[in-house]
């Protein structure tokens, strides 16, 4: 049946007609089924057919009003329009109907974290308390405290989705600034340096490098690192920050480059 509701909503797009006949055929013999009614209205939905899927959304209700996916569709589609607060009481609807329901949780959290930290926090935690080997709710505890700057609690979530083994150079630049952050050096030096294997010019991590080896006067890796690093093209997103200028003056400084120093603090000065 998904298969086949996959098959019509390809179709909608350049056959409607024939396309809504197919997903009624599949409706019909599906009738009780809310995940095949749900895909039905997904369906509509990713085709710009608002109106239908709610529809369908309504059949969902009249075959199952307890099923906590019908109340995660409503939270997503919510969530997409850019109301939070209306999203976050659906994905509540889904837990009071399924406590277990883990994929509510998640969702909730990715919307209450704009609302209250602390109860995404607490359902990214009951998320984990329901599948301990569910490692992308660990990714995304450790996000959560990473940006308001809760460090200590986002390395230990980070430790324990780094297990998983799937991780990506995103998560290694969190995971080591968290440590730098904390003056954790030798730990933030070893993720970073796993990091740089993979991807050598990355902008944060050769940043990283550089306060690492400042910190720890370490100041010849520091002057390589600070060379690299202001060579290095700006990406998307990528700034030059005042404490930059500053870690790569005082590595300078250290190392006998006083003139060249004095430029850095100037460039400082002037941002």
């Given at each position: 049946?998904?298969?086949?509701?996959?098959?019509?909503?390809?179709?909608?797009?350049?056959?409607?007609?024939?396309?809504?006949?197919?997903?009624?055929?599949?409706?019909?013999?599906?009738?009780?089924?809310?995940?095949?009614?749900?895909?039905?209205?997904?369906?509509?939905?990713?085709?710009?057919?608002?109106?239908?899927?709610?529809?369908?959304?309504?059949?969902?209700?009249?075959?199952?009003k307890?099923n906590?996916?019908?109340?995660?569709?409503?939270?997503?589609?919510?969530?997409k329009?850019?109301?939070?607060?209306?999203?976050?009481?659906?994905?509540?609807?889904?837990?009071?109907?399924?406590?277990?329901?883990?994929?509510?949780?998640?969702?909730?959290a990715?919307?209450?974290?704009?609302?209250?930290?602390?109860?995404?926090?607490?359902?990214?935690?009951?998320?984990?308390?329901?599948?301990?080997?569910?490692?992308?709710?660990?990714?995304?505890?450790?996000?959560?405290?990473?940006?308001?700057?809760?460090?200590?609690?986002?390395?230990?979530?980070?430790?324990?989705?780094?297990?998983?083994?799937?991780?990506?150079?995103?998560?290694?630049?969190r995971?080591?600034?968290?440590?730098?952050?904390?003056?954790?050096?030798?730990?933030s030096?070893?993720?970073?340096?796993?990091?740089?294997?993979?991807?050598?010019?990355?902008?944060?991590?050769?940043?990283?490098?550089?306060?690492?080896?400042?910190?720890?006067?370490?100041?010849?890796?520091?002057?390589?690192?600070?060379?690299?690093?202001f060579?290095?093209?700006?990406?998307?997103?990528?700034?030059?920050?005042?404490?930059?200028?500053?870690?790569?003056?005082?590595?300078?400084?250290?190392?006998?480059?006083?003139?060249?120093?004095?430029?850095?603090?100037k460039?400082?000065?002037?941002?």
């Amino acid at each position: 049946a998904l298969s086949a509701i996959g098959l019509a909503k390809l179709l909608l797009k350049s056959d409607a007609k024939e396309a809504e006949n197919q997903l009624k055929e599949i409706q019909k013999k599906n009738k009780k089924d809310v995940t095949v009614i749900l895909a039905i209205a997904k369906a509509y939905l990713d085709n710009g057919m608002k109106d239908k899927a709610l529809e369908k959304l309504q059949d969902a209700r009249k075959a199952d009003k307890k099923n906590p996916y019908i109340y995660i569709f409503e939270g997503d589609m919510l969530a997409k329009e850019g109301k939070p607060g209306e999203a976050a009481q659906q994905y509540d609807q889904a837990i009071n109907f399924d406590p277990q329901c883990v994929l509510a949780y998640m969702k909730g959290a990715r919307v209450y974290e704009f609302i209250n930290r602390e109860q995404a926090a607490t359902m990214l935690k009951k998320a984990i308390e329901i599948r301990p080997e569910y490692k992308i709710a660990y990714k995304e505890l450790a996000q959560l405290y990473y940006r308001d700057g809760f460090y200590p609690q986002a390395i230990e979530a980070y430790k324990e989705f780094i297990k998983g083994g799937d991780y990506t150079a995103e998560d290694l630049r969190r995971y080591s600034a968290a440590e730098y952050f904390t003056k954790n050096y030798d730990e933030s030096m070893r993720l970073l340096e796993e990091g740089l294997q993979k991807n050598p010019n990355d902008f944060v991590l050769n940043r990283l490098l550089m306060y690492n080896s400042n910190d720890l006067k370490d100041y010849q890796t520091g002057l390589a690192a600070g060379d690299k690093f202001f060579s290095l093209p700006l990406g998307k997103g990528d700034t030059i920050l005042i404490q930059d200028y500053k870690a790569y003056a005082n590595i300078l400084s250290e190392v006998g480059n006083k003139a060249k120093a004095v430029e850095q603090y100037k460039k400082l000065i002037a941002l």
